[in-house]
């Protein structure tokens, strides 16, 4: 299994710039990388999803290194309504396997 | 219309009982997932469902069983509950693995 870790809390500025970065030293070949964010007292909602280099949506971007150990969600210009946890997931397998990270809580401050 | 829903949001009931959670999607995904979040927030897959078969089944007790009379609907009963069943249950759907949506969750707290 591929265990990923990532940073326990985060805190930022509106309008900065943040970046999470999670650590995948086992991912396998046919893995790939999502991202999710939850508020409290809601289910996740999916962000972003990437097997290598960059991707990139209308909320985020997602960066993939060459090995594939780490990838990083940057969230451009936060505002208060980011402030989130956010979980970094590992699709193993071809599906037969789902892991998801430790979350990172974002703080965004005015 | 809500994509993913569950019933009951908030369950309280006693250690020993059997309880079931319900969930049902109207997205016409194939599969639908079972996630439980501790209080420490930690978010572990349970159970997942593929057109009505299981495909995961992660080292869960098997007090715990999950139920899909379609391929909308997937339920998961709960037999002898105990203290540490206590948690956040997600109920999840998607097209495979990479984008699932997930329900509002629910309270569970055992006494």
């Known amino acids: 299994l591929a265990k990923t870790t990532q940073p326990i809390s985060m805190d930022s500025y509106e309008g900065q710039e943040v970046n999470i970065t999670c650590s995948h030293n086992?991912?396998?070949?046919?893995?790939?990388i999502t991202w999710y964010q939850q508020f409290p007292s809601q289910g996740p909602r999916f962000i972003i999803q990437?097997?290598?280099t960059k991707v990139t949506n209308e909320v985020a971007s997602l960066f993939i290194p060459a090995d594939r150990k780490s990838s990083t969600l940057s969230l451009p210009r936060v505002s208060l309504s980011d402030t989130a946890v956010y979980y970094c997931?590992?699709?193993?397998?071809?599906?037969?396997?789902?892991?998801f990270g430790t979350g990172t809580r974002l703080l965004v401050s005015p | 219309d809500t994509a993913v829903s569950q019933t009951p949001k908030y369950l309280v009931t006693q250690m020993g009982n059997d309880k079931s959670i319900k969930c049902e999607q109207n997205?016409?995904?194939?599969?639908m997932y079972w996630y439980k979040q501790d209080s420490k927030k930690f978010l572990k897959i349970m159970f997942s469902?593929?057109?009505?078969?299981?495909?995961i089944n992660e080292t869960v007790p098997n007090r715990f069983s999950p139920k899909s009379p379609d391929k909308a609907h997937l339920n998961l009963h709960i037999n002898s509950l105990e203290l540490g069943d206590s948690a956040v249950y997600f109920c999840?759907?998607?097209?495979?693995?990479?984008?699932?949506?997930f329900g509002p969750g629910t309270r569970l707290t055992v006494t």
């Open positions: 990437g097997y290598k």
């Open positions: 997931l590992v699709v193993e397998g071809g599906f037969q396997k789902l892991v």
């Open positions: 086992n991912i396998a070949t046919n893995d790939y």
């Open positions: 997205l016409g995904h194939d599969t």
């Open positions: 469902y593929n057109n009505k078969e299981l495909i």
């Open positions: 999840a759907s998607g097209v495979g693995s990479y984008e699932q949506y």
